[in-house]
């Protein structure tokens, strides 16, 4: 699904910025 993908996408995207 689209949305799961950008959901994990976002995550990503946070986990990366906070790190």
Do not use: C, R
């Not at 699904?1 to 790190?19: G, R």
Request: charged share 5%.
């Amino acid at each position: 699904m689209p949305i799961l993908f950008a959901l994990d996408s976002t995550m990503v995207l946070i986990q990366n910025l906070v790190h």
